[in-house]
């Protein structure tokens, strides 16, 4: 018995330690609008705060980092790679810019 469980541990242990997929280019957001506000989402709400920092300027682009999140409005925003300056935040919170003023692409 103990003959026959060893090769198939053997076949277990190969399985689960397949080779890494290969690592995707990052996608990236294309502000399309002359000036795209940041915004910000607080920890307990849906609905996003524009934040006091600067706008983002046609032709920027961003990496994408999540989204797009909907709101109950339903006007939906993408999480780019840009940390909040604004103060109160955590420090791994990313700004969110429109889905109206970013293409996202690959």
């Known amino acids: 018995m103990k003959l026959l469980l060893a090769p ?6 190969l399985a689960a330690a397949s080779s ?3 690592s995707a280019a990052p996608r990236t957001l294309s502000v399309v ?5 940041f915004f910000v989402f607080l920890a307990s709400s849906n609905r996003p705060v524009r934040a006091h920092t600067f706008a983002a300027a046609l032709g920027q682009r961003f990496e994408l980092v999540g989204g797009p999140r909907t709101t109950l409005e339903g006007s939906a925003y993408y999480e780019t790679n840009v940390v909040v300056t604004d103060p109160g935040y955590p420090p791994d919170a ?3 810019i429109n889905r ?3 293409i996202p692409s690959k």
């Open 94 to 96: 990313h700004y969110w």
């Open 8 to 13: 198939l541990a053997l076949v277990a242990l």
């Open 20 to 22: 890494p997929a290969p």
């Open 33 to 37: 609008c002359v000036r795209a506000p």
């Open 100 to 102: 109206d003023c970013a």
